[in-house]
């Protein structure tokens, strides 16, 4: 598997889970709170913080039809024509190198998702480390080969896609050489239910298409996240926002900054949990051995007198005979007399 690196990142391995806070929209249209956000996750210690960029206009039509209409009951976005929706969340590109700016200065990397060609030219101009596909856009084969044309790495969100499909998605970056792609277990679903999730796709995915596998999550909390580094993921996308009381786009199933830095905090343990297959006393566990169960005299015993369960017992230390070894020694005799509180052993015995 091809090694994957993002700025100064090693993406995988041996390596801490490479957390990505997600603005998106949670920017409610005002550049100080985008630049918020951007401190945000650079002190809840992320690795980078991404933006969406793309325009009303580049997204969809400014058509009021049903088929433009958001109608499901359960959406968050119920009643909203795309255009309006995204016209709404969109990250003004005259925004994103103050942004990008910001984030340098607080040691954070950001780069965007595009969502057209014209995106990703842009973007080039701001020379971006790497690039995000969303979900939404994972069957777009022309954008994804644009993208993977730079020979940045290209971050997949695989939200509804088949494993024919996530397959075209793979192979179109590879065909033009770049094999720095990395694949994001999605539900594209907001929030997403935790029994959606199907985390144990991850390391399905990791062994069918080679490639560094993550999450992006749209539960609630950090649960999921923490689930999915246990399977192997290496990189966890999660949606941030300064409260979730703010009437943003997607503040309702996003982080807070508090929550962020415990998922990272939690995230690198998770990861060092992991460890590798091991049977037996580690290092810290060594000490801990000598206060095992073990067989010890219970009773001052006379040479001669036959070994019983109550004058020699299983209790702790471990400085006798292992406890395995009391059907054996019963009912036999002691050569020697013996205190309360020896450690048995054999030469005990006649």
Known sequence: MTEVIIGDNVVGG????????????NHNHSLPRALELVEAAASAGAHAIKLQTYTAETMTLNVRSDAFLIQENDSL??????????????????????????????????????FDETAVDFLETLDVPAYKIASFENTDLPLIRRVAETGKPVIISTGMASIAEIDDAVSTVKSVGNNQCILLKCTSAYPASPAESNLLTIPDMREK??????LSDHTIGIGAALVAIAHGASVVEKHLTVSRDDDSV?????????????????????????????YGPTASEQSAVTYRRSLYVAEDIK??????????????????LP??????????RVTCDVCKGTPFSWDLLD
């Open 14 to 25: 041996r390596s801490a889970p490479f957390i990505i806070a997600e603005m998106s929209g």
């Open 77 to 114: 976005w119920k009643n909203h024509y795309l255009y309006e929706l995204y016209d709404k969340a969109h990250t003004p590109w005259e925004w994103h190198g103050e942004i990008m700016q910001r984030a340098k200065k607080c040691g954070l990397l950001c780069f965007s998702s595009p």
């Open 209 to 214: 298409f080679e490639c560094e596998v993550g």
């Open 250 to 278: 997607d503040s309702a199933f996003s982080i807070e900054p508090g929550e962020l830095k415990q998922l990272v905090s939690e995230s690198v343990s998770a990861k060092r949990a992991l460890g590798h297959v091991f």
């Open 303 to 320: 040479a001669g007198d036959v070994i019983t369960a109550s004058n020699v017992r299983r209790v702790r230390p471990g400085g006798g």
């Open 323 to 332: 406890p395995r070894y009391q059907a054996d020694i019963l009912g036999r």
